[in-house]
């Protein structure tokens, strides 16, 4: 039912349904990582940080996600599907990971008000470098799904998983 409706939204303004999805789901992310990981309680937690990782996902990443995996999955097709989803990864990891790992630290130095380029220059390449650790492999083994949709429907699944797991 909540994936018909949500589907529906997807196929009637596909960009603003993704990018409100994104925008959750950064926010499910910072808060997971304030209450699990950090254990700050709901007294320490940051709401401030949870509503920019909320904006960020929303207006800057959701869209240019959305609009690059579009892109992806029109003009990266080869004859094999396995070399497809290779070469779809290699240009993504080649491309968009290191402008956007550089515009998410940018992003969240303006929105605290510090200098992007000493946030740059302190953690860009410990944070591009964690993300070719973790991504690559997560998008092989996700197989690049050929529709954003069900990238969104992955992470909404996986999302919901989460939760029921915090709940008990």
């Given at each position: 039912?909540?994936?018909?409706?949500y589907?529906?939204?997807?196929?009637?303004?596909?960009?603003?349904t993704?990018?409100?999805?994104?925008?959750?789901?950064?926010?499910?992310?910072?808060?997971?990582?304030?209450?699990?990981?950090?254990?700050?309680?709901?007294?320490?937690?940051?709401?401030?940080?949870?509503?920019?990782?909320?904006?960020?996902?929303?207006?800057?990443?959701?869209?240019?996600?959305?609009?690059?995996?579009?892109?992806?999955?029109?003009?990266?097709?080869?004859?094999?599907?396995?070399?497809?989803?290779?070469?779809?990864?290699?240009?993504?990891?080649?491309?968009?990971?290191?402008?956007?790992?550089?515009?998410?630290?940018?992003?969240?130095?303006?929105?605290?008000?510090?200098?992007?380029?000493?946030?740059?220059?302190?953690?860009?390449?410990?944070?591009?470098?964690?993300?070719?650790?973790?991504?690559?492999?997560?998008?092989?083994?996700?197989?690049?799904?050929?529709?954003?949709?069900?990238?969104?429907?992955e992470?909404?699944?996986?999302?919901?998983?989460?939760?029921?797991?915090?709940?008990?």
């Amino acid at each position: 039912m909540v994936f018909a409706w949500y589907q529906a939204r997807l196929a009637a303004r596909p960009l603003l349904t993704q990018s409100i999805t994104t925008a959750v789901l950064f926010a499910t992310g910072d808060i997971t990582a304030q209450q699990l990981v950090e254990k700050r309680g709901l007294e320490k937690h940051d709401f401030v940080r949870t509503g920019r990782m909320f904006a960020y996902g929303g207006i800057i990443f959701g869209p240019a996600a959305t609009t690059w995996f579009g892109i992806l999955q029109r003009h990266v097709v080869l004859k094999n599907a396995n070399a497809t989803i290779l070469a779809r990864v290699a240009v993504d990891q080649g491309l968009f990971a290191p402008t956007f790992v550089g515009v998410f630290l940018s992003s969240m130095a303006i929105l605290e008000g510090s200098s992007p380029q000493e946030k740059l220059k302190s953690t860009y390449s410990t944070a591009l470098t964690s993300n070719y650790m973790l991504w690559p492999f997560v998008q092989l083994v996700n197989g690049a799904p050929n529709k954003i949709d069900e990238v969104i429907e992955e992470g909404e699944e996986k999302v919901e998983e989460l939760i029921e797991k915090v709940k008990n």
